[in-house]
Every structure is written in C-alpha cells, then in structure tokens.
C-alpha cells in the first residue's frame, strides 16, 4: 500500500487511483474511508472484499458540491434541503430514494438492488478536493476491517492491512480525523426525518433546524434501520464491560476488581473524575499495606467532553488491543447531544454489557 500526505501531489495521486479503478483510504472530518468510483463495479466490489462487508450492507456515497444530490435524487422533501443548508459540508449523511434512471446497485454491492442510497458531503477540504479532481461520485465506507473500530487516523489503517494480505491502493495521511465518529444517518424518504445511527449532528440539532420534533416512538421503530446497524462493531479484542454510576461508585467498583483479579491485566477507560477517585482509593489502600504489588493496568482517559471523548474513542479501543488487556471497564456516560453517538458506539463495543454499579455513594 502506497502512503502519501494530503498535500497537492497526494491529493492528484488519490484523484487519479481513484478514476483508473483503483482503491484509496483517505481521511474524512469523521473517520477514514476507503474509496473508489461508485459506479465502477470491480471497484465497489473489492470494497467489500477487502473489509470483510457483507453484500446486503450498503454504502454512502460522497460527493463534492450541494448540487450533484440532484443527480441522485429528484425526491427531496423540503425539510432535508434545510438539513443541507445547515449541515453540508459536514458529519450528516441523507437516505434518500434513487433515481430510476440510476444503477439499481450503485450505493451498494453490485449484486445487490437498492431503491434508497445514502449520500453525504464531507466536511474536510482535502476529501472534497479528491472527490472534485476525480470526478466521480465517491462509494465509501469507513476504511476499517468489518467488526473493527473506525480507523481515525493513518496508522489505524495500515494496522487493519496486514503486509502481504490485499490492501488498498494508496492510503492518504491526513492526521487525526477531527469527529472520530461515523457521520449521523437519517433516512429523509418520509414525511419527518428518522436518525438511523446518531453521530455528531444532534437529535436537537435536526429538530431546532428543522422546526420539526422527531417522535422517539417513530425513531425506535420505523424501518428500513441502517443495516450496517445489525452487525456487530467496534469491538475493541477484549471483552468490555460499561459502568454505570457516581464517579465515586465507578471509580470503586474498578478498584476493587484490580485488586480482586491480580492476574489479568485489566483496560480502564474513564473520564478525568473517575480517574482522580481511583487515585485516591489506590493511595488510601497502599497506606493500608493492602497493595503490595504493582497491578497491570492500562488506563485511558476519555476526555473531558464529549467533543474530546468522540475524537479519542477508538483510538483508546485499539489502544487496548495493542497493549493485549484481557478485560476493559469503562465509564458508561450521561446520554446528552453527542453523548448519545458515544454511548451507541460504546455500548456495542461492550456487547451490550452495562453494570450499574449504584447512583448513591
Ligand atoms: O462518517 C461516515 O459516514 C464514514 C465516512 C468514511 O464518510 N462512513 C461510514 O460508512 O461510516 P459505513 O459504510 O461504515 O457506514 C454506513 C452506514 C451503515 O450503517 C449503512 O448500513 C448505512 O450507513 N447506510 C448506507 N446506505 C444506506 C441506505 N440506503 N439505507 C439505510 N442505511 C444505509
Ligand atoms: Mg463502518
């Protein structure tokens, strides 16, 4: 695999694998993704054979300017036009009904037929100027192994491609993705939006744009889902477990299973708060002499706020693979604006296991 920076030269470089059929991992605001023509079948089929992705889970197409989503939809209701006046360029993808004079696959695989196809224009320059140079209208999904994190940064990539398996064509460096999570989904067929998978344009967000309250019942229940939501995903090699309390109650709950399981080396992924209790409690029990061995703990901050937290998220999840934990623990948190992104990607990290270790201290 080809590395390059997004300079000029590497950005012509993108543009041109990109038209001569090629495959290209390149930066987005979001995360990475892994880039071809999304009319080119090899091409989009290669997609799907280098992650791993099953045939039925479609891809978004990016493109560069407002005006190509005419080419791909003449069915817009208007209040999806204020989501792109508001959002685009930027972290929102729109489910919109295709054109009949378009490929019955394109957004998908080549053997798949899709009546709807997700559509979205990247808010970061050097993405949109490879998108622009090529000429094409971009298939891309996030450039990660299926089941793996999203990659945020270049070396997330070349860790997913072993040497000597297939890989992209050209992998273009563009430092840390500024999001870190995937771009929010909302199908815009209907009367009223329906968010398929949260990101960091907000449930609020979309409403107050919109003038419009989304109905949570509607939200939880109407189909067609994002199907990609199905699978299982960002799993971090690790079994994790989320911890849901007082940052005191976290912070002791975490304590104890270090001392508890002396053998294991335990991944510990909390916010600054919960790090300082621990700290604590750890001091107050070497006084004791109840710690007279030096435990093996990986702890990785979560940041802050959320903004911080989502920009760092996998980049801890795939710490903790490359340290080699035998379990994470982490802090389960408040489910507010992008707080509801994170605990989505979080929870299915964990498969779904949530403690909650007690609101009262
Ligand atoms: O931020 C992002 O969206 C990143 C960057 C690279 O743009 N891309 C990304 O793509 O996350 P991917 O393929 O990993 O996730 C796309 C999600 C999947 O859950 C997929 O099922 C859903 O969008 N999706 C795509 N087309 C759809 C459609 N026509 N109807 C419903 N869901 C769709
Ligand atoms: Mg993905």
């Known amino acids: 695999m080809q590395i390059v920076t997004a300079d000029k ?44 992705r099953p045939g039925d889970n479609p891809l978004i197409l990016h493109i560069a300017d407002k005006s190509t989503l005419n080419e791909i939809t003449d069915t817009l209701p208007d209040y999806a036009n204020l989501l792109t006046d508001a959002y685009w360029p930027g972290p929102l993808t729109l489910v919109v009904r295709k054109k009949a ?32 140079q090529s000429g094409c209208i971009i298939a891309a999904p996030s450039a990660n192994k299926a089941g793996k994190p999203s990659p ?13 398996e297939p890989s992209p064509d050209l992998l273009v460096d563009g430092g840390e993705a500024n999001v870190g999570v995937e771009s929010t989904v909302i199908d815009v067929t209907g009367n009223a939006p329906v968010i398929l998978r949260h990101g960091a344009i ?12 989304l109905s949570e019942s509607i939200q939880k229940t109407r189909a067609p889902r994002a199907p990609g939501m199905k699978y299982k995903h ?4 690790a079994p994790m477990t989320l911890l849901r309390g007082t ?8 304590t104890t299973q270090i001392v508890a399981d002396i053998d294991a080396h335990i991944g510990v992924l909390v916010t ?4 300082a209790c621990m700290d604590k409690n750890w001091r107050v029990m070497s006084i004791q002499g109840y710690s007279t061995y030096t435990p093996l703990v990986t702890t990785r901050s979560l940041g802050e706020n959320n903004e ?17 934990v035998d379990i994470i623990l982490a802090e389960a948190l408040p489910e507010d604006g992008m707080g509801v992104a994170i605990m989505d990607r979080m929870t299915k990290a964990a498969a779904g296991r949530i403690l909650d270790v007690g609101v009262y201290v």
């Open 202 to 213: 907000t449930t609020q967000m979309i409403e107050e744009t919109i003038n419009m309250k």
């Open 152 to 164: 945020t940064c270049a070396e997330h990539v070349i860790n997913d491609y072993f040497a000597g």
């Open 101 to 132: 004079s378009l490929p019955a696959w394109l957004g998908g695989h080549p053997n798949q037929v899709c009546e709807t196809v997700g559509v979205r224009m990247p808010g970061h320059s050097a993405t949109l100027s490879v998108i622009y």
């Open 234 to 237: 960002y799993a971090p090699n």
């Open 247 to 254: 940052p005191e109650n976290v912070a002791a709950y975490i």
């Open 308 to 324: 911080k937290i989502a920009k760092n998220l996998y980049a801890n999840l795939r710490e903790f693979d490359t340290r080699g």
């Open 9 to 52: 030269s590497g950005i012509d470089e993108a543009a041109t694998v990109i038209r001569a059929g090629g495959l290209v991992a390149m930066p987005t605001e979001t995360v990475y993704g892994l880039a071809a023509d999304a009319t080119d079948e090899e091409a989009v089929a290669r997609i799907y054979e280098l992650k791993g």
């Open 272 to 275: 600054p708060k919960v790090q």
